[in-house]
């Protein structure tokens, strides 16, 4: 079966690449077509605790640091009140560096949320228009500590920081950029940390859990995200502050991974035990690499323990099901170069992908013996922001996106599907070069500086 000329238009046409681009594009993810949301039936029950997106790339207007974004709380409707979208109690929410290799965290930045109310004796979330963090009419407010965790220690980095809230709507926050502006906070020498709630950076079509795109491709276009919001935390930090040994000349390889963890067995728990429910690296893993059985015990798992999950990275179901209902051919198996990207990162000495970008290993002072493969998202700090960035990514010519790193505006979805069916192998099919899901940008513009997401949807989604 061939893809008739009508469908092979609705998707998108693959921009031409050079020969340097051409032998990275296979740095692309492995196959996917949804970002972490609902991605593991025990996480899809408590949304607040369901760690989303990980974002990391070199700050574009402050390139000697590193903006980190990782996002909670999927499908926020704008109008969900009264309780609104708080950040989880009692609950670890943790950025985690391996800057080693050894598949551990050597650094891990720990977020823990605190609620109050001015007033318990009234449903509102507001009382009348706020126009600060500290107006009295803001009736429920959350602050945040903000530890730095090592072998060495915990230090305390920020304490009673305080969080941007939910977007009730202009009548009751009439400038809330304003809002969230005020929710950043510095600390130490160049460092800063907000928490609030934003858009949903992500944009794709996920129509593709309907037989990927309908079955006939009809179902391209529309961006499933578009009018949610989420709460996002989001942290810049200089680069010394992550490489190994405080060195990011010499060791400029990082891995990152974002993890959720609450206390006891319900939220309200206040027992002090923590129990790592999600886990989040790359995009795209759990939903359509693990299978159902094995999701929830990814949520739980740690990367040290990331080999058993080797055979999905290797043996992926995606390009068999693109196989058997457009009749693409999937290319063969073991694929050598996912299990590189995914679990080593990609460098020379790592396996099939000819090329040095993203491995810990590229880092002068890793102890080569005690490196572990693992599923992480790895950024190399030493390449510059891109001048124009291109959406597709290293795919595209621009090493400094997807997926050394991710930006807020890189096109995870298209690069996954064009890269996973071989666009660079021997003779793709032609059709391998149209893959994407006709959504190429973001309904909302990102900020200029940091936090960089883009401000709360106040529509209604049924509106929007």
Not at 175 to 199: E, M, P, W
Not at 297 to 317: G, H, R, T
Not at 397 to 402: C, E, K, S, V, Y
Not at 431 to 454: K, Q
Request: aromatic share 8%; charged share 20%; glycine share 8%.
């Amino acid at each position: 079966m061939k893809l008739a000329p009508s469908r092979r238009r609705a998707l998108r046409t693959a921009a031409a690449v050079g020969v340097s681009a051409a032998c990275l594009a296979t740095l692309a993810p492995i196959p996917g077509s949804a970002s972490s949301h609902r991605e593991a039936p025990l996480i899809a029950g408590t949304p607040s605790l369901d760690n989303t997106d990980l974002y990391a790339f070199v700050s574009p207007d402050a390139p000697s640091t590193v903006t980190m974004v990782a996002n909670w709380q999927p499908f926020s409707e704008p109008n969900g009140g009264p309780n609104f979208y708080p950040f989880a109690e009692h609950t670890a929410h943790d950025i985690n560096i391996d800057n080693d290799g050894d598949a551990r965290a050597d650094i891990t930045y720990r977020w823990m949320f605190k609620t109050t109310y001015q007033n318990p004796n009234t449903f509102l979330y507001n009382t009348g228009p706020v126009t600060s963090l500290t107006d009295p009419d803001l009736n429920v407010r959350q602050t945040y500590t903000l530890q730095r965790i090592t072998k060495g220690g915990a230090k305390t980095l920020l304490s009673k920081a305080r969080v941007a809230p939910s977007f009730t709507g202009a009548a009751s926050m009439p400038n809330y950029g304003a809002l969230s502006d005020a929710a950043v906070t510095s600390y130490g020498s160049g460092a800063k940390s907000f928490a609030g709630q934003a858009d949903d950076a992500f944009f794709a079509d996920l129509r593709v859990f309907d037989l990927l795109y309908g079955g006939n491709l009809s179902e391209v276009g529309q961006d499933t995200l578009k009018g949610y919001n989420v709460n996002s935390i989001a942290l810049q930090v200089p680069k010394a502050d992550l490489a190994l040994k405080g060195d990011a000349t010499r060791n400029p390889v990082v891995g990152i991974w974002t993890t959720t963890s609450r206390a006891g067995a319900s939220m309200k728990s206040k027992s002090s035990k923590l129990q790592q429910v999600s886990r989040l690296g790359m995009p795209l893993v759990n939903e359509v690499v693990i299978p159902v059985a094995k999701k929830n015990e990814f949520n739980a798992s740690k990367p040290e323990n990331d080999v058993k999950f080797l055979k999905y990275v290797q043996k992926p179901e995606v390009p068999k099901l693109i196989q058997a209902i457009y009749g693409i051919p999937a290319p063969a198996e073991p694929r050598k170069d996912l299990v590189e990207v995914f679990l080593t990162g990609v460098c020379k000495a790592c396996g099939p992908v000819q090329a040095d970008l993203n491995s810990q290993l590229l880092n002068m002072d890793v102890k080569a013996k005690k490196f572990a493969p693992s599923e992480q998202l790895r950024l190399n700090m030493s390449v510059a922001p891109a001048a124009a960035p291109n959406r597709l990514g290293v795919v595209g010519g621009d090493l400094a996106g997807f997926p050394n790193g991710r930006r807020l505006a890189d096109d995870v979805i298209d690069v996954t599907l064009q890269a996973a069916e071989g666009i660079l192998l021997p003779n793709p099919p032609a059709a391998v070069a149209t893959l994407g899901d006709g959504v190429n940008s973001n309904d909302h513009a990102f900020r200029a500086m940091f936090p960089y997401v883009a401000l709360p949807n106040m529509v209604a989604v049924n509106q929007s």
